[in-house]
């Protein structure tokens, strides 16, 4: 992989991670398009690296927030942070364990199959229209709630379901507000991810060559400045706009993802 082919995987990553597209079923996709011929292992280990990034954005728009929520749990009170922070543990169980027991069989899925993604992408899209028709309320999450939408959140795990399409398709249907839902989306799985990273650096399968490095690099800045860009702007538009509109895109997108699956050289 080239350092103009990194820097264009990394922006799909930042604009496609805040929307309900499936920013890992893009990255595939790009990564077809581009004729990236990566193993599994370095393909799945450059998506970690450009999810890392869009995490660190996510981090930094919603730095009020995160600061509120530590404050809270050093209050040791119980309060408003200190359940919201308690449902985002318990949201993480199903991913982690996922990720635990079944990390190498996920690896599988980041090799390339593109009619794969793009069944997902069809997935992706029904879950959305069908979370559209949902009425919002003014429910916040709960304990029950947050562990169903871990679950749904340790699904999109596999490139093409997006995850956070699944999960505020999930709590939304689960009768969670939607402004309630999409922050919650955004924040439960940041500590994944650096959860992720912890992980593979103190276990050392996050190996990164020199003939890789300035691409992995490139890869990440482009990916962390397209993110904060897309979660200062695009945010409004997964809070307020229908989702119905991006279950056609990921509907058109899965069928031709199929269609370059199953003909495409």
């Known amino acids: 992989m080239d350092i103009l082919d990194a820097i264009i995987l990394g922006i799909i990553q930042g604009l496609t991670e805040f929307l309900p597209v499936s920013s890992s079923g893009h990255l595939e996709l790009g990564k ?36 509120d929520i530590i404050k809270g749990l050093f209050s040791f009170s119980w309060n408003k942070e200190t359940r919201f922070s308690l449902n985002i543990i318990i949201s993480m169980v199903p991913a982690a364990l996922v990720g635990f027991f079944f990390e ?21 899209a029904v879950l959305l229209y069908f979370a559209d028709k949902a009425t919002d309320t003014d429910r916040k999450v709960d304990p029950k709630s947050a562990f169903i939408v871990g679950i749904a959140q340790a699904i999109a795990m596999l490139p093409g379901i997006s995850r956070s399409g699944a999960t ?56 962390f400045v397209a993110g904060l860009a897309a979660c200062t702007w695009m945010i409004k538009l997964v809070r307020q706009s229908k989702l119905s509109y991006f279950a056609i895109y990921c509907a058109v997108v899965g069928v031709i993802a199929i269609g370059f699956g199953i003909f495409g050289s």
């Open 168 to 223: 505020i398709s999930t709590s939304v249907l689960l009768g969670v507000d939607k402004t309630e839902a999409a922050r919650f989306s955004f924040l439960m799985v940041v500590p994944l991810i650096f959860g992720k990273i912890a992980k593979d650096l103190m276990s050392g399968e996050l190996n990164f060559n020199g003939e890789n490095n300035m691409a992995m690099a490139a890869g990440f800045v482009a990916a």
């Open 104 to 124: 190498e069989q996920l690896e599988a899925f980041f090799g390339g199959n593109i009619a794969f993604v793009g069944v997902m992408l069809i997935i992706t």
């Open 32 to 67: 077809a398009i581009l004729g990236d011929n990566s193993v599994p292992e370095e393909s799945l280990l450059f998506t970690v690296v450009l999810h890392f990034a869009t995490a660190l954005s996510t981090l930094l728009v919603f730095r009020k927030d995160v600061w």
